[in-house]
């Protein structure tokens, strides 16, 4: 069955580092999503991505932050400045039609330790 | 403020038990999401509602959008289902909001 895959599994980083992280979606979906989950905290979206473009975001992906779909196959949140709050577990998803009224796939995530 | 609210945050259940989670929202929802967060952290979507019900499995989820309220059912429940439920809601303007989540632990 087709999966949503992300990699690294953990990434360790300095403060004030930039970091990507790598998702590859399901090969026929059209929508892309990246989420955080802080240590013991909700799940909270960060950003929905269709067409090449960002379509919805939220108040957490300000200027530190910046997706993009840089072949036919990855999808990448990029993080900048790193800040010891960005440590969590970010999840990368992915739905045929908008997952706003769709089902997601959800990667396995990865956790971002900011040292 | 919390837009989706879950209820009970904790919950064990005995095997075979029926299991009833409860999620309230205050805004207007375009769709509700129902979510499986196992032990390792994985998320897996069940079930994605705007009216009605749905079932699958051992799986039912009701939403009522006058009350805004949705449960989520486990009948014959197994240890297997000992995971974290989440609640989430896209409201009208196409953000996502998450509920804290419901812990539940099956005990054969």
């Known amino acids: 069955e087709p999966e949503v895959t992300q990699t690294p599994s953990h990434q360790v980083t300095q403060m004030g580092q930039e970091v990507i992280l790598r998702c590859v979606p399901i090969?026929?979906?059209?929508?892309f999503y990246w989420y955080r989950q802080i240590l013991g905290q909700k799940v909270e979206f960060l950003v929905s991505f269709y067409n090449n473009e960002i379509s919805e975001k939220s108040e957490i992906f300000d200027d530190q932050f910046s997706v993009e779909r840089p072949d036919g196959s990855n999808f990448t949140l990029k993080i900048r400045s790193t800040k010891l709050e960005d440590s969590a577990m970010y999840f990368c998803?992915?739905?045929?039609?908008?997952?706003?009224?769709?089902?997601?796939?959800f990667g396995p995530g990865t956790r971002l330790t900011v040292l | 403020k919390n837009e989706v609210e879950q209820s009970p945050q904790n919950l064990t259940a005995q095997e075979g038990e029926f299991i009833t989670i409860n999620c309230s929202y205050s805004v207007g929802i375009s769709a509700l999401h129902w979510l499986q967060q196992h032990p390792g952290g994985g998320i897996v979507s069940l079930f994605m509602?705007?009216?009605g019900k749905k079932k699958h499995g051992r799986l039912i989820a009701t939403i009522n959008i006058q009350e805004k309220h949705s449960s989520l059912h486990i009948t014959a429940s197994h240890p297997r289902d000992s995971a974290v439920y989440i609640c989430a809601v896209t409201d009208t303007g196409n953000q996502f909001y998450f509920g804290t989540g419901t812990s539940l632990t099956v005990i054969p």
């Open positions: 998803a992915s739905s045929k039609t908008s997952g706003f009224t769709d089902t997601q796939y």
């Open positions: 509602l705007s009216s």
């Open positions: 090969s026929n979906h059209l929508y």
